[in-house]
T-cell receptor, first 110, second 112 residues
Framework: GDSVTQMEGPVTLSEEAFLTINCTYT??????LFWYVQYPGEGLQLLLK?????DKGSNKGFEATYRKETTSFHLEKGSVQVSDSAVYFC?????????FGTGTSLTVIP | DGGITQSPKYLFRKEGQNVTLSCEQN?????MYWYRQDPGQGLRLIYY???????QKGDIAEGYSVSREKKESFPLTVTSAQKNPTAFYLC???????????FGPGTRLLVL
């Protein structure tokens, strides 16, 4: 069945470090792929998305590239800030339903 | 401003009581969703609706009920049959099924 697997957390980084959060998926067809971010006590916010192979989604310095050959959509940021501390969810939408990963908690320390 | 509102922010339920969580959107979206989030876990789909007067069960519908009488509203009732209701509940909407989902701020349900 369709599913998303993302990197286990928690992840702790120093400010200005490079971030990678791995996400791989299993799906038939050509799903859209998403990254959402959740700050403490809040709902999820769309961070970026990609709708077809080789698309790169980007927002607020975060990037992810839709890699069909490796079924991956890894999230990257070149220099994290304390304000990036949150939980990050990878998701895919192959048909009429979304499938979310379990989330990766990121803490950035000054 | 367009968006999704959920109320209340915190809700307390007594044993044997039904409670209803509100979700309203003014984005003119056709599809709406309810998710449950437990600490340190991902989102689990409770119910979804692709159009007014129609809805489908998600992965964990037992103990919950919904209605979709208006396009902008999708209330969730947590019934007394739900034995472990303590969780963070998130409502979302999308223009159509499979499109990008937008989330409300959530309701935290606690059992007294």
């Amino acid at each position: 069945g369709d599913s998303v697997t993302q990197m286990e957390g928690p992840v702790t980084l120093s400010e200005e470090a490079f971030l990678t959060i791995n996400c791989t998926y299993t799906a038939t067809g050509y799903p859209s792929l998403f990254w959402y971010v959740q700050y403490p006590g809040e709902g999820l916010q769309l961070l970026l998305k990609a709708t077809k192979a080789d698309d790169k989604g980007s927002n607020k310095g975060f990037e992810a590239t839709y890699r069909k050959e490796t079924t991956s959509f890894h999230l990257e940021k070149g220099s994290v800030q304390v304000s990036d501390s949150a939980v990050y969810f990878c998701a895919l939408s192959p048909r009429n339903q979304f499938y979310f990963g379990t989330g990766t908690s990121l803490t950035v320390i000054p | 401003d367009g968006g999704i509102t959920q109320s209340p922010k915190y809700l307390f339920r007594k044993e044997g009581q039904n409670v209803t969580l509100s979700c309203e959107q003014n984005l003119n979206h056709d599809a709406m969703y309810w998710y449950r989030q437990d600490p340190g876990q991902g989102l689990r789909l409770i119910y979804y609706s692709q159009i007014v007067n129609d809805f489908q069960k998600g992965d964990i519908a037992e103990g919950y009920s919904v209605s979709r009488e208006k396009k902008e509203s999708f209330p969730l009732t947590v019934t007394s049959a739900q034995k472990n209701p303590t969780a963070f509940y998130l409502c979302a909407s999308s223009e159509r099924a499979q499109e990008t989902q937008y989330f409300g701020p959530g309701t935290r349900l606690l059992v007294l």
